[in-house]
């Protein structure tokens, strides 16, 4: 059974980079038949496609936050990443990372972690 | 760019059905396919129906999907209503340069 777990400080100052670690288990982020992702989602609001990877190293950002996101994959440890620069408290969420198939569906989900960006 | 707007909340009875609605506002929604999500509280997202109207294996058939090309709209119908059916759900889909979610809808069951 595939499984994600984000890993990442829950506080981050603003002005700074949010980084984020997903680590898989139970499949490999090698495989050619999935995309791996990062949402987020605002404490009461709804949900925000911030982007994903292929094994190729191949990116696509949501454009509202391209500017500022990095994802990569570190395939020797079967993880990906999430790197968000200069926050600011509209950053604030619950950060998911999950494996994505073709036509942009999320069939996992990790269990979410929560980053604050608060001085 | 596009959005998918979602009614804020809906409402209905116990063995009742509900349909919630998506509508896209630019492009076709029958380019691209839509999922729908559901959310509990403090729990991640789970798929109910993918590519337009394929539901994942143990989901009940009470959850169906379909698309409408005259409204431009996706809808979730969900029929014999269960307590446990109260959730958020999120329609999303995408196109060449974004991927998307709707604003989500509250169902409440009541």
């Known amino acids: 059974q595939l499984q994600l777990q984000e890993s990442g400080p829950g506080l981050v100052k603003p002005s700074e980079t949010l980084s984020l670690t997903c680590t898989v288990s139970g499949g490999s982020i090698s495989s050619s038949s999935y995309y791996w992702g990062w949402i987020r989602q605002p404490p009461g609001k709804g949900l925000e496609w911030i982007g994903t990877i292929y094994y190729s190293g191949s990116t696509h950002y949501n454009p509202s936050l391209k500017s500022r996101v990095t994802i990569s994959l570190d395939t020797s440890k079967n993880q990906f990443s999430l790197r968000l620069s200069s926050v600011t408290a509209a950053d604030t969420a619950v950060y998911y990372c999950?494996?994505?198939?073709?036509?942009?569906?999320?069939?996992?989900w990790g269990q979410g972690t929560l980053v604050t960006v608060s001085s | 760019n596009f959005m998918l707007t979602q009614p804020h909340s809906v409402s209905e009875s116990p063995g009742k059905t509900v349909t919630i609605s998506c509508t896209r506002s630019?492009?076709?929604?029958?380019?691209?396919?839509v999922q729908w999500y559901q959310q509990r509280p403090g729990s991640s997202p789970t798929t109910v129906i993918y590519?337009?109207?394929?539901?994942p294996s143990g989901v009940p058939d009470r959850f169906s999907g379909s698309i409408d090309s005259s409204s431009n709209s996706a809808s979730l119908t969900i029929s014999g209503l269960r307590t446990e059916d109260e959730a958020d759900y999120y329609c999303q889909s995408y196109d060449s340069s974004n991927r998307l979610f709707g604003g989500g809808t509250k169902l409440t069951v009541l």
């Open positions: 590519e337009d109207d394929q539901r």
């Open positions: 999950a494996r994505v198939r073709g036509n942009f569906r999320v069939d996992y």
């Open positions: 630019s492009g076709s929604i029958a380019s691209n396919y």
